[in-house]
């Protein structure tokens, strides 16, 4: 059975390196997060926002997104819009036996995370190697092409012209402080003040650079928290208290708003889906 090293939103198994084809009309419950892996995202299409502390873009060209291990970061999309990509992560230890080649590629990353955009020509050059890497079965070679990838990218990264946007600090320090403060009430105007800024500024850029209204991303995290709570054995009394949904009727009615089932049968299926994987 594989390890699962990675549970950020519902969860996904993998050991070493994972590369999934993604393709769907909504995001997945995602926030602004961090994580101890590297991660290499190839958009292929979509209508996307994407956010990183120091930088964000949004719009419909192909990109690649770049990610070291704690690395904040958020990508969401628009449902309008068919969103594809290729999605691939690995861990230190899987790439830096390779060779001393490693810690000069680290550099493709940037400080921050970075996105560059891709020409036509070099978005479907990196879709092959990505696939290549999810097909290859020897461990080894998937490290050479992960390698091979970075040094391919390091090359027109350099020479990227396409401007990005400057995420507004504020921005940034409210995402931090829901994700620590989800459980509790939170209202747009105090934490308006909070950061120094008017409420409608708040909103409306909160908007602007996550895709998400304020109210929409608290959500995310609680439901986000109660997935994990509802897994470890908790009740739905407890959950819904943990996770500051208030009450169990609380906790229904948002399962039933953003998944259009109780947690009850969401839990059900995914132990129906973990069952399968474990028998594979």
Request: proline letters at 2%; aromatic letters at 10%; glycine letters at 4%.
């Amino acid at each position: 059975m594989k390890n699962k090293l990675y549970d950020h939103g519902y969860g996904i198994k993998w050991d070493g390196v994972y590369v999934e084809q993604r393709e769907r009309y909504h995001s997945s419950v995602a926030d602004f997060h961090e994580h101890d892996f590297y991660e290499i995202n190839l958009i292929l299409s979509g209508n996307v926002k994407i956010l990183l502390t120091n930088q964000s873009e949004d719009g419909t060209s192909c990109k690649i997104v770049l990610t070291k291990p704690n690395t904040t970061h958020f990508i969401s999309c628009n449902p309008d819009t068919l969103y594809s990509s290729l999605y691939l992560v690995f861990t230190d230890d899987f790439i830096t036996s390779c060779n001393p080649e490693w810690m000069q590629l680290l550099a493709t990353f940037g400080k921050t995370g970075k996105i560059i955009t891709l020409s036509d020509e070099q978005k479907k050059y990196c879709k092959q190697i990505i696939t290549k890497i999810k097909e290859e079965k020897n461990s080894f070679r998937k490290k050479i092409l992960i390698m091979y990838l970075l040094s391919y990218t390091n090359e027109f990264s350099a020479s990227d012209k396409s401007e990005s946007n400057v995420t507004p600090n504020y921005i940034i320090k409210a995402l931090h402080y829901i994700n620590e403060h989800f459980p509790e009430k939170i209202v747009a105007s105090d934490l308006a003040r909070r950061l120094f800024v008017c409420r409608t500024t708040l909103m409306t850029d909160f908007k602007k650079y996550t895709g998400s209204t304020l109210n929409n991303y608290i959500i995310h995290c609680r439901l986000k928290k109660a997935i994990q709570l509802l897994r470890s054995g908790k009740t739905e009394h407890e959950t819904a208290e943990k996770c500051g949904l208030g009450d169990v009727s609380g906790l229904i009615r948002c399962f039933k708003r953003s998944f259009g089932m109780t947690p009850k049968q969401y839990m059900n299926q995914e132990n129906s889906k973990s069952l399968i994987e474990d028998n594979t």
